[in-house]
């Protein structure tokens, strides 16, 4: 982009004169002048039109004719605009360009990261790579050797689609002729033998095609056919066509216009040439500019164009020639298409002419016809041919054959129109004018489209990420709560390198990351602390109620030793509750800064009072960081900063409302405050205050005004959610098969017994059996602590990294509230309900990791409007996953996979344990739904073998079991596999 200093009445003459012609209104030429004024002062100089063109104000057009009105008006020269400007596909060539071969250095980028995001802000968006050549940071030699690089890509991805929509067609051709009699099957034989060898010469032509060109059909037969095929909307064969398709009459002189035109070069038509005389040895008459674009040469949105400049050159040439009334009805068609092509509406603006109007700016021009268009050439072009042998015309004069008809586009009977020399050159300026100018709009309007349906892709991707951030976020979070600091930060990492395109999903990482990075510092000064015995107290509490002490001893990255009476122990840091983990902590001589870290720590472990202790320390040490330390509390909290901040009342930190009816001897109760003595009098006997005093009320009065009883006592129903929020008090209800036990809350209690009995009979279904005996028991947890508590008393610590586990012979599941939401975790009892139910039906059973997961995943595929459950067994957290995975490669080998188990996975990393759950989901499913009949046998074969325990005790691996049934070659099964996960 040009930066050089421009003239001082430049820009404001500019703005002048789109305003004086009504091309802007002033309010949006001034914005445009405010954001020329901003960007100067980042460095970058910009010319008022290119903001204008940037922002799509004005079309390219319009623009220089503006500039041309303005070079009069300065009587000095303006300078073109050049602003660099890049395609979708030109931009991702010339970025991979650079990062392969590490042509711009990290300050570079950096300093054209920041242009980019400064630009975003003032409403002129521009690519990276723009950037980076508006600022000299990339050589000119490496934009051609992108465009040639382009240019190849997209010539070859052209080869393709044209294959395959030929593929489409031919199908349909093949059985259309031969029910209907017109070409017998040795012909066609015949047709796909030429077929192949013209593919071998790069030139894809469907079977009705060749055979038109072979006089096996004629133009009729084979426009019927397409005729049919587009009378079937939404049909893969009319997508394929895209079209009637109109033959053009052959033209006069293409090869040298083609080189004129800078389209193809001489030796690019002389190639044609070549595969031209081929395909008339194999009896096909092919015109030159059909064989171009089969060749991948010359692009279709070219040809409108082109058949205007040689409809005008056609009708110089053919200027009182003998024309067949075959032959009119064949050009006047061709003159419709031509005018077709080039038509389009043009607007002139209005008043008088003076130096500040702008004449002829073609401000609103016809789309471009998606016709496919076919042009024949002369038989050799020279080389090099230039622009003036293409403009000399010619006198070649062809009759009616193959590709077209030939005549002169008039009516039969109308007397000749003739215009002088002048007149006539005028004409033809003017079309060739209007036909530039539609085909400019044209491609404007593609460009555009591209544009949006790129920005909509991209919106959903970054939908699609925001959507996963807070379960990897949550996933990750699991080696947090087990004071794997070291494993968090890699996966923290690894996330956030796939979000950085994203600033505000990378910042979200990058804020996390930055606070277990405290934490992890703080756990490596604890060890030192330990190992150098520097700690105030280096007793710990242990036991199930911190009953015990031991003297710590030393610490490694693995755990610590302590000693106690009787005897030494080893113990893991996994192994420690948080409460333990804050003891040693506030031991240590700890910053202001410490004081926040450990209080974020325990505000995400539920240690209420160890945070409000620590964040009332750090007023204390430094009272000009109250204002952060509210902050920071009504932040964790959820919570607005109540007037005058927080306070300090008996070691916690409170409104100064509360603390003043605390003072005051009161207690919350429904919203207001009480004496302990009217709590205990009234209150939880089920008086009720009204008019200052305290009456009773029956139970059922109590009920409908929202109280609930517990343990012989009343509470308002936050009060007692607050209390059965304890494990120890959850709630608990029984239904027909289940003894269901949580402390989320009562509605959650509800509604998961409603969902697991739905599910229930569709796993009765399912399964085709039932467990016998006992209800089945499950334990939904509010808390990991509460669900660490129950893995550490069950022995289970192996399975703190998951969301939860089912054991079948100790008849329970449970699951802990992971990601925070209600769906994630209803979907997770789900999953461990459907565990316990088969492993409860199938005692026998010795499956594999997968076959289990797989079966519990497949069960997450549900939806529920509160009342009814409906099962499609596409699990909305695993597809999202597994698609891409399959796409990009990034997933297990089928035979590596079976052998893989999901405890492993979990405690290897979140991408391990994501890939490997979302893949058990996708064989699962798949192996039950193919439409492949001898996999569906094998499959049925194969669960029978795992529900009755055939495999238990076989020396083969998960992955020798599986190819005993569907046979050993697996390749055959993982592409099948594939295929219909990514056509779900």
Same mark, same amino acid.
């Given at each position: ?667 919350? +109760? ?268 094998? +499959? ?45």
């Amino acid at each position: 982009m040009a930066d050089a200093a421009q003239p001082p009445n430049e820009d404001s003459l500019f703005g002048q004169i789109a305003l004086a012609n009504k091309l802007l209104p002033k309010a949006r030429i001034d914005e445009c002048l405010r954001i020329q004024a901003k960007m100067k002062s980042l460095g970058i100089s910009k010319r008022l039109g290119e903001i204008f063109l940037e922002k799509g104000l004005l079309p390219p057009k319009t623009i220089q004719a503006i500039v041309e009105v303005q070079r009069k008006r300065l009587e000095q020269p303006v300078p073109e605009l050049e602003p660099h400007s890049l395609s979708d596909k030109e931009h991702e060539v010339l970025l991979k360009i650079v990062t392969d071969r590490k042509l711009v250095s990290g300050e570079h980028l950096s300093e054209c990261l920041d242009l980019q995001a400064k630009l975003d802000k003032l409403g002129v968006p521009r690519r990276l790579g723009e950037l980076l050549l508006d600022k000299g940071y990339i050589e000119p030699s490496v934009v051609e050797e992108m465009h040639e690089l382009e240019e190849r890509v997209l010539r070859d991805a052209q080869r393709k689609r044209k294959a395959g929509r030929i593929d489409k067609v031919d199908a349909a051709f093949g059985n259309q002729m031969q029910s209907r009699g017109w070409i017998p099957p040795d012909r066609l034989d015949e047709l796909r033998g030429i077929q192949r060898q013209l593919a071998e010469m790069d030139i894809y032509m469907s079977l009705d095609d060749l055979a038109l060109a072979k006089g096996w059909l004629n133009l009729e037969q084979t426009t019927m056919f397409r005729a049919s095929a587009l009378a079937q909307p939404g049909s893969e064969l009319g997508e394929a066509l895209g079209g009637p398709r109109a033959r053009a009459a052959e033209g006069v002189f293409l090869g040298e216009l083609l080189v004129a035109e800078g389209l193809l070069s001489g030796g690019q038509v002389n190639a044609c040439l070549d595969a031209q005389q081929k395909m008339e040895e194999l009896g096909i008459r092919l015109p030159l500019g059909e064989i171009a674009v089969a060749k991948g040469m010359l692009p279709e949105s070219e040809v409108p164009r082109l058949l205007v400049l040689q409809r005008k050159r056609r009708l110089r040439s053919l200027q009182g020639a003998f024309v067949t009334a075959a032959g009119w009805a064949a050009a006047a068609l061709f003159a419709l298409i031509a005018l077709a092509f080039a038509g389009g509406v043009f607007h002139q603006l209005s008043g008088a002419p003076d130096e500040l109007t702008v004449q002829n700016l073609a401000t609103a021009d016809a789309p471009r016809d998606s016709t496919e268009a076919y042009l024949s050439p002369p038989r050799h072009v020279k080389p090099g041919a230039g622009r003036k042998s293409a403009e000399a015309g010619g006198t070649e004069n062809r009759g009616a054959g193959a590709g077209g008809a030939a005549g002169a586009a008039r009516v039969p009977g109308a007397a000749p129109r003739t215009e002088d020399p002048a007149t006539q050159r005028a004409n033809e300026a003017k079309r060739a004018k209007e036909a530039e100018a539609a085909r400019a709009k044209a491609e404007a309007e593609a460009r555009a489209r591209a544009e949006a349906a790129k920005a909509g892709e991209a919106q959903k991707e970054r939908e699609r990420a925001a959507s996963q951030l807070d379960e990897v976020l949550a996933e990750t979070d699991a080696f947090v709560r087990t004071f794997r600091y070291k494993k968090a930060l890699d996966e923290y990492a690894r996330l956030r390198a796939g979000v950085e395109r994203w600033q505000d999903l990378a910042a979200r990482v990058d804020a996390r990351s930055a606070e277990v990075k405290r934490l992890a510092d703080l756990h490596e000064r604890l060890k030192t602390a330990i190992r150098d015995k520097a700690l105030r107290d280096s007793t710990l509490r242990y036991g199930p109620a911190l009953e015990y002490k031991a003297a710590i001893d030393s610490a490694s990255d693995d755990g610590f030793q302590v000693t106690f009476q009787g005897g030494s122990s080893t113990l893991h840091w996994v192994q420690m509750k948080p409460v333990q983990m804050f003891e040693l902590l506030e031991r240590m001589e700890l910053s202001v800064d410490d004081l926040f870290t450990v209080s974020g720590f325990c505000l995400d472990n539920g240690l209420l009072g160890e945070a409000h202790k620590l964040l009332i320390e750090v007023a204390k040490r430094e009272p000009a960081q109250r204002q952060a330390r509210d902050a920071f509390l009504a932040s964790r909290l959820g919570l607005a900063i109540p007037g005058g901040g927080f306070v300090a009342w008996q070691g916690r930190l409170v409104s100064p409302e509360e603390k003043a009816n605390r003072e005051k001897g009161l207690l919350p +109760w429904a919203g207001g405050w009480i004496t302990r003595d009217e709590l205990v009098q009234y209150a939880q006997k089920g008086f009720v205050k009204q008019g200052g005093k305290w009456i009773p009320k029956g139970e059922a009065d109590l009920l409908a005004q929202g109280y609930r009883k517990y343990k012989d006592k009343w509470y308002t129903r936050d009060e007692l959610a607050t209390i059965r929020a304890n494990w120890e008090d959850a709630w608990e209800l029984e239904t027909e098969h289940y003894a269901i036990r949580t402390n989320t809350s009562e509605e959650f209690q509800n509604e998961l017994a409603a969902i697991l009995e739905a599910a229930y009979a569709v796993e009765k279904e399912v399964f085709e059996k039932e467990p016998g005996g006992k209800k089945m028991n499950i334990y939904a947890f509010r808390t990991f602590e509460d669900f660490r508590n129950f893995c550490i008393q069950e022995k289970q610590e192996g399975s703190l990294r998951a969301h939860g586990f089912a054991i079948a012979a100790r008849n329970y599941g449970c699951g802990y509230d992971a990601l925070k939401t209600k769906d994630s975790f209803l979907s997770t009892m789900v999953h461990e309900g459907c565990h316990l139910f088969y492993g409860r039906s199938n005692p026998a059973s010795d499956a594999p990791s997968w076959y289990h997961e797989g079966m519990a995943t497949n069960f997450e595929g549900y939806t529920w409007d509160g009342k009814k459950l409906t099962f499609t067994f596409i699990s909305p957290w695993r597809l999202p996953w597994v698609k891409p995975a399959f796409k990009s490669g990034n997933y297990l080998p089928l035979a590596e996979f079976l052998d893989g188990d999901a405890g492993a996975a979990i405690n290897k990393g979140v991408q391990d344990s994501t890939v490997f759950y979302s893949q058990a989901w996708a064989l699962y499913y798949f192996l039950g739904h193919t439409p492949n009949p001898d996999l569906k046998v094998k +499959w049925q074969k194969l669960k029978q073998k795992y529900d009755s325990g055939a495999s238990r005790g076989t020396p083969t691996s998960p992955a020798g079991f599986f190819r005993s049934v569907f046979g050993e070659d697996l390749d055959v099964v993982e592409q099948a596999w594939k295929e219909f996960i990514l056509g779900l």
